[in-house]
Every structure is written in C-alpha cells, then in structure tokens.
C-alpha cells in the first residue's frame, strides 16, 4: 500500500503554492509514495481579495480537518504574518480540535514550510511559532535541518529556507522562488516522504 504525503498549503500571490509543487515532486520521487496537493479554505471575502490584487486560487482542491489523519506523513505551508503563520492557515488549524481530542494526529511526521516579504521577516519565526501545533496534537517535527546540501551555508546570494523547512522571499509580490529555494523544496519533500515511509513499514 501506498505511503500518503499530503502537502496541505495556503497562498495568496502564488510563492507558497510554487514551493508546495516543487515539495510533492520531491516526495513523489520516493518509490511507493503518493504525494497530494491539498488548499485550506480562503477566510477573506473576494471584494477584499479583488482590493489586494490577489490572483484567483488555482484548482488544487480544497482540504477538510477530517481528511488530516488519512495522510501517513504532512506538510504544511504558509506566508507569514507578523512573524507566525497567516489566519487563514490558524483558523484551518483550529478547525482541528476534534482531530486533537480524538489523537488522530498522533505519531505522524509534519514539516513546515513558508515564505516572507523579507530576510527579517519570519522565515525561522514563522515555522518555529508553528511547532506549537503539531506538538499539542502529538505529531512529530521533521525539519530539514542543513541536509538540503551546500545551498543552506550560501551567503552570497539572497535565499528563503532555515533548517526548520523550506521558504522563500516574496519581496513585493514580483520575486518568485529561485532555484536554491525550489531545491530545498524538492529535498524537504523527499526527506519527509521518506521518514514517512519508514515509519508506515514499522507499523
């Protein structure tokens, strides 16, 4: 049977949804995983989405909380806000209780990845304000820490990503993930995958 990665995401402008496809390419790439894109639901109205210029959501569907447990392994993604993880992906998230109270989560591996207007604006913040959500429901962190290869020591060009998961730097809106960042994108979803799969088999 099949090893189920779901990467579960929120995007705005379309920089978290360009990591989360690279990240289910990398988790696909492992032998008998299946790697799912999954949205959380939009929170705002559309006239305020029209007033912030953001772009229509693409057609990957959209996920509800009981279909979290399904996964064998999960990848969240989000844009910052402040520093944490943006409301519409909070509030997806406090949908979850019932999962929390009936342990449904407990035991499976998660990772995190994200993307800021900046360097200083929340790339290790963000993932690691997050934590505290898969710690109440018993999940276990899988970070990338700096396996991803030498792109994590690179100091001379300007680059997302911690070794808490992959991220990327919006800027105003225009710049879009490079290829160091789609990299450890790719890496992420594949070393995710693969503690997933490991840990499916010792079942």
Known sequence: ?????YIVYYSMYGHVAKLAEEIQKGASSVEGVEATLWQVPETLPQEVLEKMHAPPKSDVPIIAPNQLPEA?????????RFGMMCAQFKAFLD??????????LVGKPAGLFTSTGSQGG??????????????????IFVPTGCASGHGMFEIEKVKGGSPYGAGT?????SRMPTELELEQAFFQGK????????LKQSE
């Open 169 to 173: 730097l919006a800027g105003q809106g």
């Open 95 to 104: 949908a979850t209780g019932g999962l929390w109270q009936q342990q449904k």
């Open 191 to 198: 070393h995710i995958a693969t503690v997933a799969k490991k």
């Open 72 to 80: 064998d392994g999960l990848i969240f993604g989000f844009p910052t």
């Open 122 to 139: 929340g790339q290790e913040t963000t993932l690691l304000t997050a934590v505290t959500q898969l710690a109440h429901h018993g999940m």
């Open 1 to 5: 049977m099949a090893t189920k990665v």
